[in-house]
Each structure stands twice: as C-alpha cells, then as structure tokens.
C-alpha cells in the first residue's frame, strides 16, 4: 500500500472496535510499535468474534510503500504458539519490485490503460490508475481515478447484473458513507451486462464534488469490480474510463 508514517495513536485504543456492525468487526486486543529489519513497524492483535477467528497483523513502513502481513488463527484451532506467531511476522523482508512485475501479481490484465499510470497496487489485488502527479484519490479531486479488483466467487453463487446492482449501490455507500448514489442500470457491453452505478460525492476537506462510476460484471466465474472517479467538469472522463474497465480480463 502506499507509504504512510506508522503511529500507534492511529490504531486506536485497546479494546476499541473496527468495522462494528460488519462480518470484519474487530476488537483490538493488543498493539505494539517497533522496528523491523530496521524499518518502522506496528503488530497488532484483532480478536473478530463474527468470524471466529484472532488476526495477527504487522504492517511495516517500507522504503517503496508500507507493507501489511496477517496471520488468521481460527478459534477451533488450539495450541497455537504466540511466540512462533510473532516470529513468523517480524520475519518480513521488504524485496523491492517494478511496476510491471506487480501487475504480473495480480489475478486480471488490464489490456487497455488509456494513458493512464498505476499509482498503486494493493495487496496484489487492488489496481489503482490515474491521469495526473497525485496518488491519493482524495487529495486530488482534479484527476480522475480508477480502482479495479477481482474477487472469485463461491461454489454456486453467480453475479447477476440486474439482480445485484443495488448491492453495487451498497458497496459504494459503504465504500463512501457521504456519496449520492444518481442512477443504478445494467449496461450491456462487449464483455455483457454489466451493473452500473453513477454517483456523486464530495472528498473529505474538499470544496467541490467529485463525479464516480461503480461497474461490476461476472467473468470467468470471478466477480470484477471497478470504481472510478473524475472531476465533475470532465463529463467525457466517463467514456474514457470506461475504456478502460472494458480492457480489464481475468488471466
């Protein structure tokens, strides 16, 4: 993920929850700051009741981005060893790679990329392009951006496009609490109907709004899921976008 200082105030308190309310709701249980292999780290500890499980995390501030490793010990599981979980964390080394040997990480191709560069690659799954010198999607409101994912889908559940695009409009109200969601259809392109929701929301600390396009299709037996974003006074970044999500193609 993108490099950020690591502060242990950021974490939050022990005992507080994340994600309250959702499958991933978690309590903190414990958190450490330190260094690893030189580098500045936090281990944390998350006990997520809805999923039986305890999640040990480090997440390192690297020399090229921040790096995020997790262990999940489900709660049937006993005799687990804290001390070889904790080794096996701080174990992590940072091995630095290109751009392209990342995108050859991650489980779909992006065939068209319409002078677009990546900005990031999250946790090999996660593709994020822009048009413009800012990374941050919500730093720079004047660029438009794209965020593509892939995600495999469980034995006998399918994506239907118009049976599921109000859970695409769900995703992005959760995704962005503050968004207007504007229309909800089913395209149909060369790739078949894709669900598409039109949104309009406004940055934290921004003064103007931003203009967002939510697209999701099944291919392959995988669920494909692209968000983009654009200035509002750009209508023709649309098109452009979606260019480029008819370019993205499980390997």
Same mark, same amino acid.
């Given at each position: 993920?993108?490099?950020?200082?690591?502060?242990?105030?950021?974490?939050?308190?022990?005992?507080? #929850?994340?994600?309250?309310?959702?499958?991933?709701?978690?309590?903190?249980? &414990?958190?450490?700051?330190?260094?690893?292999?030189?580098?500045?780290?936090?281990?944390?500890?998350?006990?997520?009741?809805?999923?039986?499980?305890?999640?040990?995390? =480090?997440?390192?501030?690297?020399?090229?981005?921040?790096?995020?490793?997790?262990?999940?010990?489900?709660?049937?599981?006993?005799? &687990?060893?804290?001390?070889?979980?904790?080794?096996?964390?701080?174990?992590?080394?940072?091995?630095?790679?290109?751009?392209?040997?990342?995108?050859?990480?991650?489980?779909?191709?992006?065939?068209? #990329?319409?002078? #677009?560069? =990546?900005?990031?690659?999250?946790?090999?799954?996660?593709?994020?392009?822009?048009?413009?010198?800012?990374?941050?999607?919500?730093? &720079?409101?004047?660029?438009?951006?794209?965020?593509?994912?892939?995600?495999?889908?469980?034995?006998?559940?399918?994506?239907?496009?118009?049976?599921?695009?109000?859970?695409?409009?769900? #995703?992005?109200?959760?995704?962005?609490?503050?968004?207007?969601?504007?229309?909800?259809? =089913?395209?149909?392109?060369?790739?078949?109907?894709?669900?598409?929701?039109?949104?309009?929301?406004?940055?934290?600390?921004?003064?103007?709004?931003?203009?967002?396009?939510?697209? &999701?299709?099944?291919?392959?037996?995988?669920?494909?899921?692209? =968000?983009?974003?654009?200035?509002?006074?750009?209508?023709?970044?649309?098109?452009?976008?979606?260019?480029?999500?008819?370019?993205?193609?499980?390997?």
């Amino acid at each position: 993920s993108p490099r950020e200082r690591l502060n242990l105030r950021d974490v939050g308190a022990i005992g507080s #929850m994340t994600a309250a309310g959702t499958p991933n709701e978690g309590r903190l249980e &414990a958190a450490e700051q330190m260094t690893v292999n030189g580098r500045p780290a936090i281990l944390m500890r998350l006990r997520m009741p809805r999923r039986a499980l305890v999640n040990h995390t =480090v997440v390192i501030e690297g020399e090229h981005g921040n790096v995020s490793v997790s262990l999940a010990i489900p709660d049937r599981v006993t005799g &687990a060893d804290p001390a070889a979980i904790r080794a096996a964390l701080l174990s992590v080394v940072e091995t630095p790679r290109s751009t392209d040997q990342r995108l050859g990480d991650v489980p779909f191709r992006l065939t068209e #990329m319409a002078g #677009m560069r =990546v900005a990031h690659i999250i946790a090999n799954s996660l593709v994020v392009l822009t048009d413009g010198p800012g990374n941050q999607l919500d730093e &720079a409101p004047g660029q438009s951006f794209a965020m593509i994912s892939q995600f495999p889908q469980r034995p006998g559940e399918r994506f239907d496009a118009a049976r599921d695009v109000t859970k695409v409009a769900a #995703m992005i109200r959760q995704q962005y609490p503050n968004a207007t969601i504007l229309t909800q259809s =089913v395209e149909r392109t060369a790739k078949g109907p894709v669900a598409a929701v039109a949104y309009r929301r406004t940055p934290p600390g921004a003064n103007m709004p931003v203009a967002g396009a939510a697209w &999701a299709w099944e291919s392959g037996g995988n669920f494909m899921f692209f =968000v983009a974003q654009h200035p509002t006074d750009k209508p023709e970044q649309t098109a452009r976008l979606a260019k480029v999500r008819d370019g993205v193609t499980p390997k």
